[in-house]
């Protein structure tokens, strides 16, 4: 047999548990060290994730700004629907002009119900609502859960 059979590996074995000493004893204890000054120091890792933060607080004013639009948006449509929906308006309207018949009937139609009637107002009739579309979805369930 040769020498250089029993050489080599002995050789890449002896490389291996030098490497694994100096993680194990020197540069494992320079790592620790270096990653702890880096957590001393102020504000390292908003420095790192500044652009990160940036744009999930671009991002979050999108979507806060389009959620207030709609928000007041659909506030105000209600609100104009709610003051023509208001059965005491024609009566203000009447007391204001100073137009007491108006008045007194429009005050009698509302307590029996027949503001509607009088005041040119659609009367509250449920609509019927169009069918929804009841096609299944194509995402199955978690398997497991129902």
Excluded: C
């Amino acid at each position: 047999m040769e020498l250089t059979q029993f050489v080599i590996p002995l050789f890449v074995a002896l490389e291996v548990v030098l490497i694994l000493a100096l993680y194990r004893y020197v540069l494992r204890d320079w790592i620790i060290q270096k990653w702890e000054e880096k957590m001393m120091e102020e504000g390292w890792l908003v420095l790192r994730l500044e652009p990160v933060i940036d744009e999930i607080e671009d991002r979050m004013h999108d979507k806060l700004q389009n959620f207030q639009d709609s928000f007041f948006g659909s506030v105000g449509a209600m609100t104009k629907r709610a003051q023509n929906l208001d059965p005491m308006k024609n009566v203000r309207k009447a007391a204001k002009d100073n137009d007491w018949t108006s008045l007194l009937v429009e005050y009698a139609a509302n307590k029996a119900g027949l503001g509607a009637v009088l005041g040119g107002k659609m009367p509250n009739i449920s609509q019927e609502q169009p069918p929804k579309d009841t096609t299944p979805s194509p995402i199955k369930g978690i398997k497991g859960l129902k």
